[in-house]
T-cell receptor, first 116, second 116 residues
């Protein structure tokens, strides 16, 4: 069974440009999460999809970030325009059922975004 | 709000040494507690978890016990190997946080290097 796959693994863009990150969850996993780790800080929750619906987007930092999950399969996270403070590692995770206490979520390897 | 504090790294140990990585938490309710590990070039992997007080999670020789009285979940291993070199993250999921159990709150991570 393939794991959670994220593209690209690394991205270096200039301030003001647009970047789109992609996450392919494990097949059959309705729940998809985005997290971010800014350098030297904690991994922070961004949002949670159940199928194609946004269940919780309370962690999205501002309106420069747009997440979509059309058709309830893969998800994209677009940053437009990118700012220096957006640099970090973006993780995606998926799980069959909601939550983490009773079900296991599987994480991708992350996308390292550097804004210069 | 909820928070996780874990010991700052990096930690460097010789092979076969004893490992302890301290983790304490603050939560509204009765959270589930987790240790995740990120090996070089890979995504986050669940190492072990405990869902109620006094539970002990264990995997690959690692152990952690959920201590409600001290709000702690310290990670231990009796004899580390070079292959244990990785970044370790303590995390919690708190159903009473207002966001349900659908978010993980992470610590900053502790980088462990094991030398032969």
């Amino acid at each position: 069974e393939a794991g959670v796959t994220q593209f690209p693994s690394h991205s270096v863009i200039e301030k003001g440009q647009t970047v789109t990150l992609r996450c392919d969850p494990i097949s059959g996993h309705d729940n998809l999460y985005w997290y971010r780790r800014v350098m030297g800080k904690e991994i922070k929750f961004l949002l949670h999809f159940v199928k194609e619906s946004k269940q919780d987007e309370s962690g999205m930092p501002n309106n420069r970030f747009l997440a979509e999950r059309t058709g309830g399969t893969y998800s994209t996270l677009k940053v437009q325009p990118a700012e220096l403070e957006d640099s970090g590692v973006y993780f995606c995770a998926s799980s069959r059922d909601r939550g983490f206490g009773d079900t296991e979520a599987f994480f991708g390897q992350g996308t390292r975004l550097t804004v210069v | 709000g909820d928070s996780v504090t874990q010991m700052e790294g990096p930690v460097t140990l010789s092979e076969e040494a004893f490992l302890t990585i301290n983790c304490t938490y603050t939560a509204t309710g009765y959270p589930s507690l987790f240790w995740y590990v990120q090996y070089p070039g890979e995504g986050l992997q669940l190492l072990l978890k405990a869902t109620k007080a006094d539970d002990k999670g264990s995997n690959k020789g690692f152990e952690a016990t959920y201590r409600k009285e001290t709000t702690s979940f310290h990670l231990e291993k009796g004899s580390v190997q070079v292959s244990d070199s990785a970044v370790y993250f303590c995390a919690l999921s708190d159903p009473l946080s207002g966001a349900g159990s659908y978010q993980l709150t992470f610590g900053k991570g502790t980088k462990l290097s094991v030398i032969p």
